[in-house]
């Protein structure tokens, strides 16, 4: 590098891309308020868990999956369920989303319609591929 490259054609360091993290936040409104923040963070959660799902060595369960459930609970306790249409399809299609809810008192039973659109957009996916 000589010194004349400008910043968007070279590389950014750590503390760059900090500072410009630092530049926008909330700009999309996530975390306007308190209870906006944390429908996020369980929008966040659901999908860390999907994740992690993929991720576990048995390809099912692992124990960041039983600790992602503890936030979901946790956070759900605060702001109540995220709504079917929010949540990753397959943590729908295996029943995970209405089980947690089930298990915290807070039942969430899918229609026929909600489990028929969540398969159609499993298979739409599983096209893409």
Known sequence: MNG???YAERERTLLESVEEAIAAPG?????????SALRWL???TWGD????????????WSIRCAALVDRI?????LVGPLPWDEVPVDLLLDGVYERIHEAIGTPTPLSDE???????VKDRRGNAR
């Open 4 to 6: 004349s490259e400008g």
């Open 27 to 35: 700009s999309t409104g996530e975390y306007a308020t308190p209870g």
């Open 42 to 44: 369980l929008t966040l």
């Open 49 to 60: 868990l999907q994740s992690a799902r993929y991720e576990a060595a048995n390809g099912i």
């Open 73 to 77: 609970i946790g956070i759900t306790h």
């Open 114 to 120: 909600a489990r028929r659109r969540a398969q159609e």
